[in-house]
């Protein structure tokens, strides 16, 4: 299925710009080493957290993905700029909050304490649920603007806030389309994406065609991206120590972290996890289009090709691993809690409540009938249809059924939901 939506005027005519020169590349530069010394040079800061952390491979994944974006990732003209920008801003980001932590050794000292991750296949409703539980007065999830920006900016007049919604709103401006596919904003909660991103982690596969990058990323340790994780928590934790008066636990969630359970405990002992499940045949050919759409944002021709299968796979080995490793308790078991989008879409607050009481959660009736008020006012797909089929992307419904037999079983996950 080739990804094609109409491009707006002003989208399309930057695009062209390239042809003008010869190539995007000639217009917009991914330089490693000029990007590096940008972050260093508009920060006047200069270490990069070896002297923090004792650890340096993040600058390996850097060079890797800056190359693999050069290679395949065929970007057009405002792919590179939005390209540009996301690794400057990723290493301005990872050179401030290093700094904060080095200026105030107080805040490595912040307990993150139980913190409760969502973790679940794209497509498998772990956006609504974030947003949902982030509604419960004892949780805090981080906002987009937050991760984003997470230190004051001394030379811009512009709020962090108003910063963040330029790179948000700009994906639904440049392919429309989008919006059906996934809601963008500056102050809905932020996946941890953004934050293990300062690692430079496989999730911005996701943004270009880095299918190399992310078969590479999966053979080197994932613990660095926890050990960042918790520094970026402790610094936004500093700087709101309470909600509402009150201490809190963190609320995250990822789809990345199925492929890394056992390292998110190692860092986080004490997490629980609400585990969403929905049937493959749905989900797999949901995430292909929706990786598809956001590729397309930044390349005329985002193949998915690849990426079906590479989803397939990804899907298939990181939910059985996930199940055998609760079995035989590489994984505590006792600290996760399973929702399932059936009963999520019959009663999504019933289905909530259930977990909570899974994790021996408090669940009370204020916050049921805020969850209700909530999704009263933002109906599912207010933004239109997304629309399609595992046959878009050459693959057989019979055999993504047969395929992922072994966890429908094992968790008892309904078909065609």
Same mark, same amino acid.
Request: hydrophobic residues 40%.
């Given at each position: 299925m080739a990804i094609e939506h109409k491009r707006p005027n002003l989208v399309r005519r930057i695009n062209l710009m390239a042809d003008t020169v010869g190539g995007a590349e000639y217009l917009v530069s991914?330089?490693?080493?000029?990007?590096? +010394?940008?972050?260093?040079? #508009? =920060?006047?800061?200069?270490?990069?957290?070896?002297?923090? #952390?004792?650890?340096?491979?993040?600058?390996?994944?850097?060079?890797?993905?800056?190359?693999?974006?050069?290679?395949?990732?065929?970007? +057009? =003209?405002?792919?590179?700029?939005? #390209?540009?920008?996301?690794?400057?801003?990723?290493?301005?980001?990872?050179?401030?909050?290093?700094? !904060?932590?080095?200026? +105030?050794?107080? /805040?490595?000292? /912040?307990?993150?304490?139980?913190?409760?991750?969502?973790?679940? +296949?794209?497509?498998?409703?772990? =956006?609504?649920?974030?947003?949902?539980? !982030?509604?419960?007065?004892?949780?805090? !999830?981080?906002?987009?603007?937050?991760?984003?920006?997470?230190?004051?900016? =001394?030379? #811009?007049?512009?709020?962090?806030?108003?910063l963040g919604e330029c790179e948000q709103d700009i994906w639904a401006d440049i392919v429309p389309e989008f919006a059906t596919v996934h809601e963008y904003s500056s102050y809905i909660p932020m996946e941890c994406l953004t934050m293990m991103g300062l690692e430079f982690t496989s999730g911005m596969g996701i943004t270009g065609k880095l299918d190399d990058f992310m078969l590479w990323r999966a053979g080197t340790d994932p613990q660095p991206g926890y050990r960042m994780h918790r520094l970026f928590l402790q610094l936004l934790q500093s700087q709101q120590p309470t909600k509402n008066g009150q201490a809190y636990r963190w609320l995250l969630k990822s789809p990345v972290h199925l492929m890394t359970l056992t390292h998110l405990f190692t860092e986080y002992p004490d997490a629980s996890i609400i585990h969403t499940h929905r049937d493959p045949v749905k989900t797999v050919a949901s995430t292909i289009s929706t990786v598809a759409t956001t590729r397309y944002i930044r390349t005329n021709n985002p193949d998915p090709s690849v990426l079906a299968q590479n989803v397939v796979l990804g899907f298939q080995i990181g939910l059985e691993m996930i199940y055998q490793y609760r079995q035989d308790g590489t994984l505590p078991d006792q600290q996760i809690a399973d929702l399932h989008y059936s009963d999520f879409m019959a009663n999504a607050v019933k289905a909530i409540g259930d977990s909570y009481q899974q994790l021996n959660r408090p669940f009370t009736c204020d916050l049921e009938q805020a969850m209700q008020h909530y999704l009263d006012h933002k109906p599912q797909g207010k933004h239109g249809k997304h629309r399609y089929s595992p046959e878009d992307f050459g693959l057989s419904r019979d055999a993504l059924k047969e395929q992922f037999s072994k966890y429908m079983n094992a968790y008892g996950v309904k078909e065609n939901v």
């Open positions: 991914l330089d490693p080493d000029d990007m590096l +010394n940008v972050a260093q040079r #508009t =920060t006047g800061l200069a270490d990069f957290g070896e002297s923090l #952390t004792g650890d340096d491979s993040w600058r390996e994944a850097y060079y890797k993905m800056v190359e693999c974006f050069e290679r395949q990732g065929d970007l +057009n =003209t405002l792919g590179r700029l939005m #390209t540009r920008q996301e690794f400057i801003r990723f290493l301005r980001t990872r050179l401030m909050v290093v700094d !904060a932590h080095l200026k +105030n050794p107080s /805040i490595r000292e /912040i307990i993150i304490e139980k913190p409760l991750f969502i973790v679940g +296949n794209s497509r498998t409703g772990t =956006t609504i649920l974030h947003e949902l539980l !982030a509604l419960d007065p004892q949780l805090r !999830a981080p906002l987009a603007w937050e991760t984003l920006h997470p230190v004051d900016l =001394t030379d #811009t007049l512009v709020s962090r806030a108003e």
